[in-house]
């Protein structure tokens, strides 16, 4: 069974631009969950989806959006990007749909730098 | 709201020490409690978890930690270590959000070091 994998692994990105980063849960997990880490806040929570709707959010500004389509599949998307975002960018999927007593798998992360 | 703290940022030890890493929490409700690992330039991993029962939870690779409700703590320990536990331990609480929806919280992490 394949595991949860997010594109792309690493990128580069300037000061104003925006980036898409995309995850695919593992087969028949309906829940992902974004995470975003830092060396100084550690891991931050930004927003869960469960089939198709967001079903909690993080404490981001607007600037950070994200969306899953029919087949699981999520994206977050980051506009007028600050320095501030460089970070690694963790997606995690879920069976049960819940953060509680479920398991969550998480992918290797995207790598975003942003000079 | 919840809040979950690690209080060593580094922990590093010999190979085959007993090491333990600390975890407090504070919330208002009823949580569960987990342990992850993040080896090098990968994403994280499930440990452990404490949902119910047992107050002693084990886990993958001899770790195991225990639920000390009185003092909102959940310690990881592992009686003796190896080279290649040497990762980043993150502590996290689930706590219930409204309805059927909980949240997530993790700590800062400690980065465990073993040395031969």
């Known amino acids: 069974k394949a595991g949860v994998t997010q594109t792309p692994r690493y990128l580069i990105k300037t000061r104003g631009q925006q980036v898409t980063l995309s995850c695919s849960p593992i087969s028949g997990h309906r829940s992902v969950s974004w995470y975003q880490q830092t060396p100084g806040q550690g891991l931050q929570f930004l927003f869960e989806?469960?089939?198709?709707?967001?079903?909690n959010k993080g404490n981001f500004p607007g600037r950070f959006s994200g969306r899953q389509f029919s087949n699981s599949r999520s994206e977050m998307n980051v506009s007028t990007l600050e320095l501030g975002d460089s970070a690694l960018y963790l997606c995690?999927?879920?069976?049960?749909?819940?953060?509680?007593?479920?398991?969550?798998?998480f992918g290797e992360g995207s790598r975003l730098t942003v000079l | 709201a919840q809040s979950v703290t690690q209080l060593d940022s580094q922990v590093p030890v010999f190979e085959e020490a007993p090491v333990e890493l600390r975890c407090n929490y504070s919330s208002s409700v009823s949580v569960y409690l987990f342990w992850y690992v993040q080896y090098p330039n990968q994403g994280l991993q499930l440990l452990l978890k404490?949902?119910?029962?047992?107050?002693l939870v084990k886990g993958i690779n001899g770790f195991e930690a225990e639920f000390n409700k009185s003092q909102t703590s959940f310690h990881l320990r592992k009686p003796s270590v190896h080279i290649s536990d040497t990762a980043e331990y993150f502590c996290?609480?689930?706590?219930?959000?409204?309805?059927?929806?909980?949240?997530?919280?993790f700590g800062k992490g400690t980065l465990l070091t073993v040395n031969p």
């Open positions: 404490y949902l119910s029962g047992s107050t």
């Open positions: 995690a999927s879920s069976q049960q749909g819940s953060l509680s007593t479920g398991e969550l798998f």
């Open positions: 996290a609480v689930s706590e219930n959000s409204g309805g059927s929806n909980y949240k997530l919280t």
């Open positions: 989806y469960f089939s198709e709707t967001q079903r």
